[in-house]
């Protein structure tokens, strides 16, 4: 398989949505839950140019488990 940028950005996305998915299962479990809780990054750039206006929002779920499974995708990549 012919390593790119794109599949680098698959990858990283698959994982980060397999450990924020599994962070939300294992939520309930309060032994856990310093691996579960999510911190929100927010970036909302704005602009009004007068011929032109824009308004962005940018919201980023992160938790302990996520960031495991961005490096394991990372990891899995590299391996390929």
């Known amino acids: ?9 698959l990858f990283l996305l698959i994982g980060w949505v397999a450990g924020t998915i599994v962070g939300q299962l294992l939520s309930p479990v309060k032994a856990l839950q310093f691996l579960t809780e999510s911190v929100y990054l927010t970036w909302e750039p704005k602009a009004d140019l007068d011929i032109i206006k824009y ?3 940018l919201q980023v779920k ?3 488990i996520g960031i495991i499974g961005l490096i394991g995708a990372f ?6």
């Open 1 to 9: 398989m012919k390593k790119n940028a794109w599949i680098l950005i």
């Open 75 to 80: 990891w899995v990549y590299r391996k390929l």
């Open 55 to 57: 308004d962005f929002h």
């Open 62 to 64: 992160l938790n302990l």
